[in-house]
């Protein structure tokens, strides 16, 4: 069964450092993709960044990359440059993919970070 | 706003009523999901529809609980006879076809019951 894993309940980071926010998954399918996204504390849930399974490269969007490393089944989510308005949960999310179709996301329970001035 | 919208945004009911929560997913979206957050937690899929099909429901309990896509108008997830264990944040998200499309949120509806 699908099983999404984040081992951080919170973290603290200073602002302007990087933080890397960890996900483990465990999934029998070859073909998946994984998802982080963030819920500030107002409360709405907001995409950041996707990687598939067969993608070789490392996904980035703005400051936001996420390491994958397929053997080790881990996923993890770096944000450079830390702002205060980055403080906010995270959660990693997977979704094993059905050619053409959608399909639901199994989630993390996520990470809240803390950016501190 | 072309985004996922969800009404109410927050919703109280005493116990053994009805609550409706209504969900209309981005423009050019076939594909609707509803996930359930309780507090402290993380999101918990219930339902996944396209129009007038249910294709996933096995996050759904299997009483009280029930789910819809018409082929006109919003997704509406219904709730009979709530009970105080059905207070929670209900979100809807919406996603086109394609593995690696996003599903893109709504802001949620905060359900309390009395």
């Known amino acids: 069964a699908q099983k999404i894993t984040q081992t951080q309940p919170g973290m603290f980071v200073q602002e302007k450092e990087a933080v890397t926010l960890d996900c483990t998954y465990d999934?029998?399918?070859?073909?998946?993709?994984l998802f982080w996204y963030k819920q500030p504390s107002s409360g709405e849930m907001i995409f950041l960044i996707y990687?598939?399974?067969?993608?070789?490269q490392n996904a980035t969007e703005g400051r936001y990359s996420l390491n994958f490393q397929k053997a080790r089944k881990s996923a993890n989510l770096v944000i450079s440059a830390s702002q205060l308005g980055d403080s906010a949960m995270y959660f990693c999310a997977m979704r094993e993919a059905f050619y053409n179709q959608g399909g639901k996301l199994i989630f993390g329970q996520g990470t809240e970070l803390s950016v501190k001035p | 706003n072309a985004g996922v919208m969800q009404n109410p945004r927050h919703l109280v009911r005493r116990r053994g009523q009805e609550a409706r929560l209504r969900c209309s997913p981005m423009k050019g979206h076939s594909h609707v999901y509803w996930y359930r957050q309780l507090p402290e937690e993380g999101l918990k899929f219930m339902v996944y529809l396209q129009k007038e099909n249910i294709i996933d429901e096995s996050g759904m309990p299997k009483e009280r609980f029930s789910a819809e896509f018409p082929k006109e108008g919003p997704s509406i997830l219904r709730i009979q006879q709530v009970v105080r264990g059905d207070s929670a944040a209900y979100f809807c998200?919406?996603?086109?076809?394609?593995?690696?499309?996003?599903?893109?949120f709504g802001d949620g509806t905060r359900l309390s019951i009395l």
């Open positions: 999934t029998s399918d070859q073909s998946y993709g």
């Open positions: 990687q598939g399974s067969y993608d070789e």
């Open positions: 998200a919406s996603s086109t076809t394609g593995v690696g499309q996003p599903q893109h």
